[in-house]
């Protein structure tokens, strides 16, 4: 079983999103045996997913002596998942829920942890965290909730550190859009649902300074992958800018440059 930490820090205002999540996982559990309840505050198909989103950690390079935080873990689908293959993981989940964070910690390893935690922050040091995963969080948050997230997960990411986050876009989720449309004026809607088009996550990624993947859509959401990228130690931005004219020419800055596109390009910086 994992462990629950005790702190709680002060909230001045309460967020949209915790006073929602409230209510929903209140009203689940008040109609749905418990098991059933924290499947269906997760979206259902507990087990599946949970598998899924550990099949694409795997594949992006988690490993046993990683530590991993996930943002929004909810009943810990992901927890259990990764638990069952990775039990040694340095592995920290936080929610808004402390019914949910039981649940998770109930069903994951002992060394695990869980954290209420209803800020848009990390709960880390600077650059100390190898894999932040953000699944279903950013679909319900409002933009630039979202981006105060991802700014701070590179804070707290390692040099080479890696964010996952699930989306939903209008070209692959239309029929999530007309459920929505379905629910305007009617007050049933149990929390906010939010489409992040690609577009954006790329300007993101490119104010923030970060690599981004985005994969071609599978079923389920969609999924961009986040990289931090570190800067070689003998980077020298005036080398830099004498062997690319192109980039002296446009005025960017080469650090920049060099993080966004020029190790992608291969581009020399001695």
Same mark, same amino acid.
């Given at each position: 079983?994992?462990?629950?930490?005790?702190? $709680?820090?002060?909230?001045?205002? $309460?967020?949209?999103?915790? /006073?929602?999540?409230?209510?929903?996982?209140?009203?689940?559990?008040?109609?749905?045996?418990?098991? /059933? +309840?924290?499947?269906? &505050?997760?979206?259902? &198909?507990?087990?599946? *997913?949970?598998?899924? /989103? +550990?099949?694409?950690?795997?594949?992006?390079? *988690?490993?046993?002596?990683?530590?991993?935080?996930?943002?929004?873990?909810?009943?810990?689908?992901?927890?259990? &998942?990764?638990? $069952?293959?990775?039990?040694?993981?340095?592995?920290?989940?936080?929610?808004?829920?402390?019914?949910?964070?039981?649940?998770?910690?109930?069903?994951?390893?002992?060394?695990?942890?869980?954290?209420?935690?209803?800020?848009?922050?990390?709960?880390?040091?600077?650059?100390?965290?190898?894999?932040?995963?953000?699944?279903?969080?950013?679909?319900?948050? *409002?933009?630039? /909730?979202?981006?105060?997230?991802?700014?701070?997960?590179?804070? +707290?990411? @390692?040099?080479?550190?890696?964010?996952?986050?699930?989306?939903?876009?209008?070209?692959?989720?239309?029929?999530?859009?007309?459920?929505?449309?379905?629910?305007?004026?009617?007050?049933?809607?149990?929390?906010?649902?939010?489409?992040?088009?690609?577009?954006?996550?790329?300007?993101?990624? $490119?104010?923030?300074?970060?690599?981004?993947?985005?994969?071609?859509?599978?079923?389920?959401?969609?999924? +961009?992958?986040? @990289?931090?990228?570190?800067?070689?130690?003998?980077?020298?931005?005036?080398?830099?800018?004498?062997?690319?004219?192109?980039? &002296?020419?446009?005025?960017?800055?080469?650090?920049?440059?060099?993080?966004?596109?020029?190790?992608?390009?291969? @581009?020399?910086?001695?």
């Amino acid at each position: 079983m994992g462990r629950m930490q005790e702190r $709680r820090e002060p909230m001045e205002v $309460r967020p949209h999103f915790v /006073e929602s999540y409230e209510r929903l996982i209140t009203t689940l559990l008040d109609t749905y045996p418990l098991d /059933e +309840a924290m499947s269906l &505050a997760v979206g259902g &198909a507990y087990d599946a *997913l949970g598998e899924a /989103e +550990a099949d694409l950690l795997n594949r992006y390079g *988690l490993l046993e002596h990683h530590f991993l935080i996930d943002i929004g873990c909810g009943s810990g689908r992901l927890s259990s &998942a990764i638990g $069952r293959r990775f039990p040694g993981l340095r592995y920290l989940g936080t929610d808004i829920d402390p019914r949910l964070l039981e649940y998770a910690a109930g069903k994951a390893p002992g060394n695990f942890q869980f954290l209420l935690h209803q800020q848009l922050s990390i709960p880390a040091d600077d650059a100390s965290v190898d894999f932040i995963a953000f699944f279903s969080v950013f679909t319900h948050l *409002l933009h630039e /909730e979202s981006y105060t997230y991802l700014r701070d997960a590179k804070r +707290a990411l @390692r040099p080479g550190g890696t964010v996952i986050v699930s989306f939903l876009e209008t070209s692959h989720h239309w029929e999530t859009f007309e459920s929505m449309l379905l629910l305007v004026g009617t007050n049933q809607s149990p929390h906010l649902n939010m489409f992040i088009e690609r577009p954006m996550l790329i300007e993101w990624a $490119r104010h923030l300074e970060l690599e981004l993947d985005l994969p071609e859509p599978s079923p389920g959401q969609s999924m +961009a992958i986040f @990289r931090r990228v570190q800067l070689p130690i003998d980077f020298e931005a005036n080398i830099y800018l004498e062997l690319h004219k192109d980039v &002296a020419d446009a005025g960017v800055d080469p650090i920049h440059h060099y993080l966004i596109q020029g190790h992608k390009e291969g @581009r020399r910086y001695r």
